[in-house]
């Protein structure tokens, strides 16, 4: 039995390799002048470029909103999916879950030209219509999960002892899918913020995301101010997911 | 009343977020060359994808040959990877395991374009010229953990005796594995491929950062310059299509598997 445990060391390498180190490559060269010598200058450089902190603001802006209208208009379509009075087949589950599994791009392609064909502006609007599109299932997905391993006998015990539905719902449902609200607000508010190319094409490039700026970085050959905003990006990513006690062990079912 | 209003919401937003893609799939069906102009019924466009009557046609085939490489590659060998991997994390105790839990946990919540930005530096600091395994590499490092966890669920709900009576009936551990481990294990490793060559397939970021300079396109990256030169290729419009089918039915084929395996547990 014992021998069996060692199984798992050369995927423990291959994480080490493929994971951990290029991670770390980002601190590394985020912290490196172009001659490899130790420098703050790229991530300062950041806090005095104002093209990437009006970005910056942008992408955290459009994450925001975002986030909020897919918890406004996923909460409930998770609600009904959960309960099994409202619905009773497995069919419509499925297909809420599918779109996340094709490509974003393609979606994004298909919204933009479904935009320009009915003659919309491409701007703003139709850059969080197009966002809403594509991340609503990652939002509906985790509520829905939490919703449907929830005990119903606590909702029930709440409707016994005189609760209204609303004081069942407030006090009962809600604060119990918490846990579900915050993998969905990580599935849905971190993605919007590093996406690249989406807001390109949604916005016929009027609107930049901080993803793009690290695209554009990167693929110009300014590595070390590249991975600076990368390292930037990071540290969001770790603030946001220690914020919302970051376990997105509820997504990750391995099936949909 | 209150069930017709839920149903009527469900279906509200299944039409609007289902809306982008059958617009696509039904002007697949014409040859008009701008989107939204429907000039009839035709199969012609379903017929250049085929016939390789694309404009730069030899292109885009080839991006759909290596997209199909890849993802076939880095599924299977991320199988392989996350299967041994699980059974040895599983035998696994204390802070080891939750240790590779947490490594195995990252590039699932890593957003692409970090993902894609790391192994970019790292293929540079390694001085690994990027290109076809590059990109199979980067795949199989954000495929494999979503194995893993396909896979471990398989190996609580097995009866750890079967392997141990198997080896005192005398079966070599590489017989016991072959005989009593794998068939017990497949549907979790039947889905966690699945999962892996979607992933695989739909991956853009990824690709994008790590499939260096040697003019490597997968289909991802493809439509990506496309869009960019303006408008897509009419062509793509019943590739989306294919493509948009052939997920669906994968993965409606995995969750009748996994619907059929809960309902035999109960």
Same mark, same amino acid.
């Given at each position: #039995?014992?021998?069996?445990?060692? %199984?798992?060391?050369?995927?423990?390498?291959?994480?080490?390799?493929?994971?951990?180190?290029?991670?770390?490559?980002?601190?590394?060269?985020?912290?490196?002048?172009?001659?490899?010598?130790?420098?703050?200058?790229?991530?300062?450089?950041?806090?005095?470029?104002?093209?990437?902190?009006?970005?910056?603001?942008? *992408?955290?802006?459009?994450?925001?909103?975002?986030?909020?209208?897919?918890?406004?208009?996923?909460?409930?379509?998770?609600?009904?999916?959960?309960?099994?009075?409202?619905?009773?087949?497995?069919?419509?589950?499925?297909?809420?879950?599918?779109?996340? %599994?094709?490509?974003?791009?393609?979606?994004?392609?298909?919204?933009? /030209?479904?935009?320009?064909?009915?003659?919309?502006?491409?701007?703003?609007?139709?850059?969080?219509?197009? #966002?809403?599109?594509?991340?609503?299932?990652?939002?509906?997905?985790?509520?829905?999960?939490?919703?449907?391993?929830?005990?119903?006998?606590?909702?029930?015990?709440?409707?016994?002892?005189?609760?209204?539905?609303? =004081?069942?719902?407030?006090?009962?449902?809600?604060?119990? *899918?918490?846990?579900?609200?915050? *993998?969905?607000?990580?599935?849905?508010?971190?993605?919007?913020?590093?996406?690249?190319?989406?807001?390109?094409?949604?916005?016929?490039?009027?609107?930049?995301?901080?993803?793009?700026?690290? =695209?554009?970085?990167?693929?110009? !050959?300014? %590595?070390?101010?590249?991975?600076?905003?990368?390292?930037?990006?990071?540290?969001?990513?770790?603030?946001?997911?220690?914020?919302?006690?970051?376990?997105?062990?509820?997504?990750?079912?391995?099936?949909? | 009343?209150?069930?017709?209003?839920?149903?009527?919401?469900?279906?509200?937003?299944?039409?609007?977020?289902?809306?982008?893609?059958?617009?696509?799939?039904? &002007?697949?069906?014409?040859?008009?060359?701008?989107?939204?102009? %429907?000039?009839?019924?035709?199969?012609?466009?379903?017929?250049?994808?085929? !016939?390789?009557?694309?404009?730069?046609?030899? +292109?885009?085939?080839?991006?759909?040959?290596?997209?199909?490489?890849?993802?076939?590659?880095?599924?299977?060998?991320?199988?392989?990877?996350?299967?041994?991997?699980?059974?040895?994390? $599983?035998?696994?105790?204390?802070?080891?395991?939750?240790?590779?839990?947490?490594?195995?946990?990252?590039?699932?919540?890593?957003?692409?374009?970090?993902?894609?930005? !790391?192994?970019?530096?790292?293929?540079?600091?390694?001085? $690994?010229? =990027?290109?076809?395994?590059?990109?199979?590499?980067?795949?199989? !490092?954000?495929?494999?953990?979503?194995?893993?966890?396909?896979?471990?669920?398989?190996?609580?709900?097995?009866?750890?005796?079967?392997? /141990?009576?198997?080896?005192?009936?005398?079966?070599?551990?590489?017989?016991?594995?072959?005989?009593?481990?794998?068939? =017990?294990?497949?549907?979790?490793?039947? *889905?966690?491929?699945?999962?892996? &060559?979607? #992933?695989?397939?739909?991956?853009f970021?990824?690709t994008f950062?790590?499939r260096?300079?040697?003019?490597?396109e997968t289909?991802s990256t493809y439509i990506y310059a496309?869009?960019?030169? +303006?408008?897509?290729?009419?062509?793509?419009?019943?590739?989306?299509?294919?493509? &948009?089918?052939?997920?669906?039915?994968?993965?409606?084929?995995?969750?009748?598997?996994?619907?059929?395996?809960?309902?035999?547990?109960?």
């Open positions: #039995m014992s021998k069996r445990s060692n %199984w798992a060391l050369p995927y423990f390498i291959f994480l080490v390799l493929f994971v951990v180190l290029p991670l770390v490559l980002i601190v590394v060269y985020a912290l490196q002048d172009g001659n490899g010598g130790f420098t703050l200058s790229n991530v300062s450089r950041f806090f005095t470029d104002s093209d990437a902190l009006s970005t910056f603001a942008v *992408s955290i802006e459009v994450a925001v909103e975002n986030t909020l209208i897919c918890l406004l208009l996923g909460y409930p379509a998770a609600y009904i999916l959960a309960d099994r009075n409202l619905n009773k087949s497995a069919v419509t589950v499925i297909l809420f879950i599918l779109p996340m %599994w094709i490509n974003a791009l393609m979606r994004t392609l298909a919204t933009a /030209e479904l935009f320009n064909v009915f003659g919309f502006t491409l701007g703003k609007g139709t850059l969080l219509f197009g #966002m809403v599109y594509d991340y609503l299932p990652f939002m509906i997905y985790p509520i829905y999960n939490v919703l449907l391993k929830m005990d119903k006998s606590y909702s029930e015990a709440a409707a016994d002892l005189g609760a209204t539905p609303i =004081q069942v719902f407030g006090k009962v449902t809600l604060p119990l *899918s918490m846990p579900g609200i915050s *993998s969905g607000i990580l599935m849905v508010f971190m993605p919007t913020v590093s996406t690249f190319a989406i807001s390109e094409f949604l916005t016929n490039n009027k609107i930049k995301l901080f993803g793009t700026i690290i =695209q554009e970085n990167i693929n110009s !050959s300014m %590595w070390n101010y590249g991975a600076a905003l990368s390292l930037i990006m990071l540290v969001i990513i770790g603030l946001t997911t220690i914020l919302l006690g970051g376990d997105e062990r509820e997504v990750q079912g391995g099936t949909i | 009343m209150k069930k017709t209003l839920a149903q009527a919401y469900i279906w509200l937003l299944l039409v609007l977020l289902y809306a982008p893609i059958v617009f696509i799939a039904i &002007f697949s069906f014409t040859e008009a060359r701008t989107l939204g102009n %429907w000039t009839g019924f035709s199969f012609e466009l379903y017929k250049n994808i085929f !016939s390789g009557g694309v404009n730069g046609g030899a +292109g885009l085939m080839a991006a759909i040959k290596n997209t199909l490489i890849i993802a076939f590659i880095a599924a299977a060998v991320s199988t392989l990877l996350g299967t041994v991997s699980a059974i040895g994390i $599983f035998n696994l105790k204390g802070r080891k395991k939750k240790t590779i839990q947490f490594l195995n946990n990252i590039p699932m919540i890593n957003p692409d374009v970090i993902t894609g930005v !790391s192994l970019f530096l790292l293929f540079v600091f390694l001085h $690994f010229s =990027q290109g076809y395994l590059t990109v199979i590499l980067a795949h199989i !490092s954000f495929c494999t953990p979503y194995v893993v966890l396909s896979v471990m669920p398989k190996l609580g709900q097995m009866n750890p005796n079967i392997y /141990e009576a198997a080896l005192d009936l005398g079966a070599t551990p590489a017989q016991a594995l072959r005989k009593v481990l794998i068939p =017990q294990l497949r549907p979790g490793m039947v *889905s966690g491929f699945i999962l892996a &060559f979607t #992933m695989s397939l739909d991956d970021a990824v950062f790590t260096g300079t040697i003019g490597l289909l496309d869009a960019r030169k +303006g408008g897509l290729t009419p062509e793509l419009r019943p590739l989306m299509t294919l493509i &948009f089918t052939i997920i669906l039915v994968l993965l409606i084929i995995m969750n009748v598997r996994q619907a059929r395996s809960d309902k035999k547990k109960r």
